[in-house]
């Protein structure tokens, strides 16, 4: 009896307690910023740092402010999924802020203010620009890494948001899939040409804010997440996410976690377990086995 209710005490005081954001080196932790209709999302282990783009313009100084709250003066690679400007927008303020070391973009070129500025800044600090394709591979440390699924060397896309360099990250047996906002079309291709250990993830960061171009009825079936992250904006033009979206991973019984509902999202994985929490709360434990 004594031990039960010195295991509710703790849990109580576990549920209490405000989330520390500070790095811990043996996880891996995947911080989903909420910048509004946007994309950014920053990876750390240890003293790792990978930003997956960087919000709008005009979001730079936020996902700035976000890093360094956490401490981190280094960003070992930025990966663009594509160029449009809710992913690309803030990533020259970000470059300027911080000492980058790679910049990866997948090889399209988009004649935009947002994307000139972003080669300007590569220019000004001398940082590489690697062509993100599929089978690269960032390893950030003990089996942890980040792979490029797509696109592929000889890719063609009508829709432009195809381009987008979808990534996984896997940490021992955890395992998140980030598909920027590739659609339909490519889930079709990797579902004819990646092996299914690799597309099955157990947290799927969700293609093109929740849209109805993405998010295939097999293609879930294949990834199987437990969870979905959705970033996108509160009262978006687009009316993103999709309402047969969000009725597809309720059918699947899959766990929606949406920046617009509940700002930033935080997963830390200890490589067999993940654990969700916002900036200040625990939201939920997942694989407990
Ligand atoms: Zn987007």
Do not use: W
Not at 68 to 96: N, R, W
Not at 113 to 138: P, Q, W
Not at 268 to 281: A, P, R
Request: net charge negative; no cysteine; proline share 2%.
């Amino acid at each position: 009896m004594k031990f039960i209710r010195f295991l509710s005490i703790s849990l109580l005081i576990l549920l209490l307690m405000p989330y520390d954001v500070t790095a811990q080196s043996n996880v891996v932790e995947v911080h989903f910023i909420d910048v509004g209709q946007a994309d950014s999302i920053l990876i750390t282990y240890g003293e790792k740092a990978v930003l997956v783009d960087a919000g709008d313009n005009g979001d730079g100084e936020t996902v700035s402010n976000y890093i360094k709250k956490l401490g981190i003066s280094q960003l070992d690679y930025i990966v663009a999924t594509h160029p449009h400007h809710d992913h690309i927008g803030g990533m020259d303020d970000v470059i300027e802020n911080f000492d980058v070391k790679t910049v990866m973009m997948p090889d399209v070129s988009y004649p935009t203010v947002h994307y000139k500025s972003l080669l300007k800044v590569l220019k000004k600090k001398d940082i590489t620009l690697e062509k993100a394709r599929k089978g690269m591979k960032i390893k950030l440390g003990h089996q942890v890494n980040i792979q490029v699924i797509s696109p592929s060397k000889e890719a063609e896309y009508e829709d432009f948001n195809d381009y987008s360099a979808v990534l996984r990250l896997s940490h021992k047996e955890n395992s998140f899939l980030l598909m920027g906002d590739a659609g339909v079309e490519v889930e079709k291709q990797m579902l004819e040409k990646v092996k299914r250990k690799q597309i099955k993830s157990d947290v799927l960061k969700m293609g093109h804010h929740g849209a109805s171009s993405a998010t295939s009825e097999t293609f879930l079936k294949a990834v199987t997440p437990e969870t979905a992250v959705i970033s996108v904006g509160k009262n978006n033009r687009y009316d993103f996410p999709d309402e047969n979206v969000i009725q597809r991973l309720n059918e699947h019984h899959i766990s929606v976690l949406r920046t617009d509902e509940i700002g930033t999202i935080i997963a830390t994985s200890d490589g067999e377990n993940i654990v969700f929490h916002t900036d200040n709360n625990l939201i939920s434990h997942k694989k407990d086995k």
